[in-house]
């Protein structure tokens, strides 16, 4: 069962426009979403984070949005420049091993491709 | 500062082999995960070590354990390798693994099991 579901495998936009990537979760449990972004070849960083309190979260050219009663979250980024092509993850935190410890979910990744 | 290194980088092992992948942060981190990124799965939780002393089972242990060495190093062990167990191993470290930490992530070793 995918608890954190990225629908679209991929996104191509023009330099200089907005990129939106979506991000659905079904666990109401979730109590912080993260971003993280992926090169090729390399692991991920992180990128931006939510609480579940708050419905937005800006840094810089990236903003990312939570809707909690549709359970559902997105990654503005603008204005999008080449340099931000690589796989997005979306990541949702849960309490685990009987409320002590969290742990992360991870969606499957959208490939997103900024072109010149 | 490194941050969160792994090797071997790449690895070829037949079915049956064993082989241990290491990992290790220099950021003073309490905790320490390892995952697997399989093609269009996403990461998915093998292993993890909430402090030095302390290893849980994370969505996906069958087939592997793990050592926390100490607080720096953290080891994912294959006993008995499988074509299953093909995919792409990251290594990740956060303060406190609790709270709003961010999980800071390795370059990730590639396995291939024939």
């Known amino acids: 069962d995918q608890q954190v579901k990225q629908n679209s495998p991929s996104l191509s936009v023009q330099e200089g426009r907005i990129s939106i990537l979506n991000c659905d979760y079904t666990?109401?449990?979730?109590?912080?979403f993260l971003w993280y972004k992926k090169y090729p070849a390399e692991g991920p960083t992180f990128l931006i984070s939510?609480?579940?309190?708050?419905d937005k979260n800006e840094d810089g050219r990236f903003t990312v949005f939570l809707n909690k009663s549709a359970k559902h979250l997105s990654l503005h980024i603008v204005p999008s420049q080449p340099g931000d092509s690589a796989v997005y993850f979306c990541?949702?935190?849960?309490?685990?091993?009987?409320?002590?410890?969290?742990?992360?979910?991870f969606g499957k990744g959208t490939l997103l491709t900024v072109n010149p | 500062n490194a941050g969160v290194t792994q090797t071997p980088k790449f690895q070829v092992l037949k079915t049956g082999q064993s082989m241990t992948l290491q990992c290790a942060q220099d950021?003073?981190?309490?905790?320490m995960y390892w995952y697997r990124q399989d093609p269009g799965m996403g990461l998915r939780l093998i292993y993890y070590?909430?402090?030095?002393?302390?290893?849980d089972k994370g969505e996906v242990p069958n087939g592997y354990n793990v050592s926390r060495l100490n607080k720096r190093e953290f080891s994912l062990r294959l006993e008995s390798a499988a074509p299953s167990q093909t995919s792409v191993y990251f290594c990740?470290?956060?303060?406190?693994?609790?709270?709003?930490?961010?999980?800071?992530f390795g370059p990730g070793t590639r396995l291939t099991v024939l």
């Open positions: 990740a470290s956060s303060p406190r693994g609790a709270s709003t930490d961010t999980q800071y």
């Open positions: 666990n109401s449990m979730f109590d912080y």
């Open positions: 939510i609480s579940s309190i708050k």
């Open positions: 990541a949702a935190r849960v309490l685990y091993s009987g409320g002590s410890n969290y742990k992360l979910t």
């Open positions: 950021m003073n981190h309490n905790s």
């Open positions: 070590s909430a402090s030095e002393g302390t290893t």
